[in-house]
């Protein structure tokens, strides 16, 4: 039975946890996210339902990515944007003016620009693993010419911390922005799934697909769908202009737009990070090498954000920890912000990322500094 909204904010009582087993951690999960639909996938589609705000070629096509280049110019220090691949399009990162990371760093004068596109899952890519990603992950980067200057968001974080650490030769730079990483640090996603015993993830693969649904339950924890974008794009949407009336639009075309994930990639990613902590504990094997985040060296950037209830500040600054980079080679700065504020808010594109833009050219060769001068 579908559960009523009070009990779903409630959230699962300990003895639910403790007896619930495979069907009750799909309901709990359910409860928790709000994200895991359990039904077939359709076909994938060939591009997101919504248009993107900043005009752009296809790098390179790959079985899990598009690869989208928003470079003005043919040569400089190249900087890739490694979206989240949890439930919702790459548009995150473009979202509209105002509301772009896109917009944001060319503002800040980078002049050579990709954002990976991540495909929905279709029953073709049913068996994808994590390596699968980092593997796809690499030809983009050997496609673009390494050494990159890497930014991950979210989910896109620990894939490009794994990713620095497993190639550290492409990689100049490394930014985390809400990235979940040591999952010692609590928070309320990391502690249930932490909750669940070994196996219970596959139960919500869908047997007939082998994928992992995103198509999301009817959302339940906002008092409504345009708190929701207020809180996540940082501004007030209740007029009647004609822009916030398309923002809220494209809010909620952008919200109900969501993926679907590969059921191996969907359990390693449940299991391996969010339930055994295996990145942090130094117990992650990338690509056929384990990973050792202290032996990594380069330049880190980490953003985080006050109000993060899925990855909370503390959880996030953690990263700062376990990498072997020097004091001084490591920038911190810390928003005001939900989580997705901080990939689509109006006072993060404001305040952050031009800060994130600056810290990436400070050290550049005359020859390779932007000379396009920031908008006001």
Known sequence: MEQDKSSARRGPR???????PFAGARLVLDSWLGWLGYRAAPPRQTEATLGWTTSHTIAIELTTMRLRDFSTQAKGQPVLVCAPYALHSAVITDFAPAHSIVQA??????RRLFVTDWHSADIRMR???IDSYLADLNAAVDTIGPPVDLIGLCQGGWLSLLFAARFPDKVRRLVLVGAPVDMSHRSPLSQTVASFPPGAFEALVEPATGLVSGRRLQPRWSPSPVASAEEALQRSLADDTDCAGELRQRFARWDDDTLHLPG????????????ENRIAAGQFVALGRKIDLSRLTL?????????DQVVPAEQALATAQLVGTPTALVRI???????LGLMMGRQTMRNAWPQIADWLVADLDASDRPTAERAA
């Open 14 to 20: 300990a003895e639910e946890l403790l007896f619930w």
């Open 105 to 110: 760093l060319q503002q800040g004068g980078l």
């Open 127 to 129: 068996y994808l693993s």
């Open 264 to 275: 191996i990639y969907f359990v390693q990613v449940a299991d391996w990070i969010f339930r």
């Open 299 to 307: 330049p880190l950037f980490l953003l985080a954000g006050t109000e």
């Open 333 to 339: 700065a810390v928003e005001g912000s939900s989580h």
